[in-house]
């Protein structure tokens, strides 16, 4: 069983910085991608970033330039480092992990754009 956790959210003011981090347990082998997808109230929940087994990225539009996404595999855990952020990308976070066609998610970490 793989589990996911998710931490770094919080209340930041536009322009600020986040750094999202998700800590994934148990054995993770043959990952196909990982990603950060995020859903604010009222809204579908919409890929934010996403990188695959090799390495390769990919960004929603509106946050390119904006958004970093990482991984560190010898210790299980995915980032997301957001810069300027915007009162739009208010919204709770989630972790996506796919494993041989199976997708594992967090709980989600909830971060808040206002001044």
């Known amino acids: 069983q793989v589990q996911l956790v998710e931490s770094g959210g919080g209340l930041v003011q536009p322009g600020g910085s986040l750094r999202l981090s998700c800590t994934a347990s148990?054995?993770?082998?043959?990952?196909?991608?990982g990603g950060w997808y995020r859903q604010a109230p009222g809204k579908e929940r919409e890929l934010v970033a996403q990188i695959l087994s090799g390495a390769s990225t990919n960004y929603a539009d509106s946050v390119k330039g904006r958004f970093t996404i990482s991984r560190d595999n010898a210790k299980n855990m995915l980032y997301l480092q957001m810069n300027g952020l915007k009162p739009e990308d208010t919204a709770v976070y989630y972790c996506?992990?796919?494993?041989?066609?199976?997708?594992?998610w967090g709980k989600g970490t909830l971060v808040t754009v206002s001044s």
């Open positions: 996506n992990l796919r494993i041989i066609g199976i997708d594992y």
């Open positions: 148990g054995t993770i082998f043959r990952l196909n991608a």
